[in-house]
Each structure stands twice: as C-alpha cells, then as structure tokens.
C-alpha cells in the first residue's frame, strides 16, 4: 500500500530529530524500520535526501526541498482534518468578497442560501462593482476578476472563460439596421463604460489577430448590468459576457450580431485571494464551496 504521507511525517522526524534512532524512539518504531522507510524514499526519487555521518544525520539540498514541501503538505492534511472534525457548523467569521455586477446577481448570489446551510456561522461581506479593487487596501479577502491578471502576489482559482457578444434588441435592430461588419460599428449607438481601464474601443478578432474597433454612443455606465438593462430598452449594441445576457438571448429579448464576421471573444474568469496555501479557514470554506459551483454556472 502506498502510504506517502506517512513516509514524509517519518523524514520530518529524522530531520527533526537529526537521528534515525532518536526518530525511532519519538515515533515508537523500530530504528531499521525508520531506516528502510527514508531509503525507500530516496530509492522512489533516485536522489540522496540524507547525509549519514557517525554523529548526526543532516539534509542534502534534495533534502531541504523535501523537507520543506512535506512540511507544507503534511501541515496542509492535518488543517483538513481539524476542519471535519469541527464541522460545518463550527467554521465562522467574516469573509469580505468583491465581484462583478453581473457575475455577482447572476453567478454568486443564488449560491449563497446553500452555502449558508452547510456555513451558518460565516458572515459573506459582499461586494458589487465592476471596478477592479485593491485587496490590500480594501480588506477584501476575495475578488472575482474578469479578464487578464496583472503580474503579483495574490493566488488565482480559474474558474473558467466569460465568452463575449455583441448584442441588440430586436426593436433597435429593426430601426437602426443590422451591422453586417465590423466597420458597421461605427454608425451604431455602442453602449460603454466609464470606469478608468474603460477605452472607448471593442476588441474583435479578425484573421486571427485582435482589433479595436473604435466605438462610440449615448450611454457610459459604471456597470454592466445597466448596459444590459438599455440594451434590452433598445438603446443601442452592448458587448457584454455570454452568461451576462444568456436569459435575454433565449427569451429573445437580445439577439447576438456580428457572430458570422468576428472570431470567438473571450475573457478568463478568476477567484483571486491573499495568503496562498494558508489562508484562513473561513475563505477557504468559501471557495472550496463556490468555485466549482461557479464553474458549472459558465459552463451552462
């Protein structure tokens, strides 16, 4: 049977201990029984995790690795079982979250009864808008991000891939005209944001490469869920993501345009969080709960 994480809380100890026998006897195991663990290791790997001298056993810079990482995971095993062994019920505390508008209401919110259920005694603080927070500054424990990452030390959960339209009212379409290129865009009431990484650009794909379509009209909005409302009313076109417009374009109160003549649009979506591997429990309730959750909702 394959028991490797009770072979590296074994190398934790010898490395600890700095002694076969010293590990042996902490552990309660026979010295030749530690022994034949470490070297089964080292046989599986192929490298010398130890030193042995008369005097004391010392790790080699394999070792330091190994050790390192052991530590983590074995650190990471026990936090696992801490949480089961609590129980839903016990895990509390405040988890502040920050996300879009549309993927909020749309994506987030209907999950939060169930996640409440298994979660009682967490507090979800939350957060709608479509303007890119500082997690440092804001004390925000989670931020769902749409588009690419910039380069720094938050960790990412990917949760998938927001597919972008261009989109219209039947009623709009039926007094404006329907764009059949891209170059249409230009004579059209495009409806935008206002937002500083906002520009008054649509990027589409073409041959292969993105261009930015130079765009412009009546409405610029802080969110996109106000966009969708006045593309609904018939106001103009709206680029907004698949998921964002899925019900209007099955009821048809949107139709997609341009679907023939530009490529496939597309934005990662991601779970951004501080901490890395330790954070606290109660964010990593949150997560593990949403994440794939939110997964599936793209994924419809």
């Keep these: 049977m394959d028991n490797r994480a009770g072979e590296m809380q074994v190398f934790l100890r010898v490395v600890e201990a700095g002694s076969f026998s010293e590990a042996a006897r902490l552990m309660r195991m026979a010295p030749s029984t530690v022994s034949k663990l470490v070297a089964r290791i080292e046989a599986r790997m192929g490298v010398r995790l130890l030193e042995r001298s008369t005097r004391r056993l010392s790790p080699t810079a394999e070792g330091r690795i190994y050790y390192e990482r052991s530590l983590a995971l074995v650190g990471e095993l026990e936090e696992i079982e801490r949480e089961l062994s609590l129980g839903a019920a016990n895990a509390g505390g405040t988890v502040r979250v920050n996300a879009s508008v549309a993927l909020g209401t749309l994506g987030l ?38 588009g690419r990452l910039p380069d720094s030390g938050m960790t990412a959960r990917r949760i998938g891939l927001a597919h972008r339209k261009i989109v219209a009212a039947p009623a709009y379409l039926a007094r404006c005209g329907v764009p059949r290129s891209v170059d249409d865009l230009a004579r059209h009431n495009c409806l935008g944001f206002n937002f500083r990484r906002a520009a008054p650009v649509w990027p589409v794909k073409e041959g292969g490469r993105i261009v930015d379509r130079a765009v412009a009209g009546t409405l610029l909005a802080n969110n996109g869920e106000t966009v969708r409302r006045m593309a609904v009313a018939g106001l103009g076109l709206a680029r907004l993501g698949d998921y964002h417009a899925r019900d209007d374009l099955e009821a048809g109160r949107l139709v997609e345009v341009l679907a023939d003549v530009v490529e496939r649009d597309e934005e990662e979506i991601n779970a951004v969080h501080l901490g890395g591997a330790r954070m606290p429990q109660r964010v990593r309730a949150f997560l593990d709960f949403v994440v794939p959750r939110l997964r599936q909702f793209l994924e419809r």
Excluded at 115 to 123: C, L
Excluded at 136 to 146: C, G
């Design 109 to 146: 919110e209907p999950l939060l009864p169930a996640f409440w259920r298994a979660y009682p005694n967490i507090v979800v603080d939350l957060s709608l808008s479509d303007e890119l927070v500082d997690l440092y500054l804001d004390r925000t424990d989670v931020a769902f991000r749409v």
